[in-house]
């Protein structure tokens, strides 16, 4: 079996495996008819189940998890256009920032030019109700 076949396979599996984990996540919504991506209006969940602290801190007898920053997935679907995004986010809730790690659209991944990249939180928006959410 070639390289590409052997990719093929493996990026199906996990990609499989993602949205079978995905759908048996506990999604609590936290915005409702909201104007999401590029203003449509859509419902914003975040799954309870995902959150997990990525980055650990040295402590004085060993390392502990650093819960000032979150990872999470999150969905948001658009009941009008029969779609959904699946976001996985971290929030940097001291500096009240969200980065978007990985985005999955209908099962497919796609590469906005702002993946990766590390934004304010702005006041009355959809990622403020995901930080007064999550971080506490």
Known sequence: MNNM????????????????????????????????????IGNAYYDRDSIAYPF????????KKDKSIISIWTKYTFPQQ????????YLYCQKRQISLKSIIRNGHYIYPPSLGHTFGIEPN???????????R
Request: charged share 25%; proline share 2%; net charge neutral.
């Open 5 to 40: 076949k052997r990719h093929a396979i493996i990026i199906s599996f996990l990609l499989s495996l993602l949205i079978s984990v995905a759908e048996g996540a506990d999604w609590k919504l936290y915005a409702k008819n909201a104007p999401l991506e590029r203003g449509i």
């Open 56 to 63: 650990e801190t040295k402590g004085f007898f060993s390392m």
């Open 82 to 89: 029969d779609r959904e995004l699946n976001v996985l986010c």
């Open 125 to 135: 928006t959809t990622d403020e109700q995901l930080y007064k959410s999550v971080c």
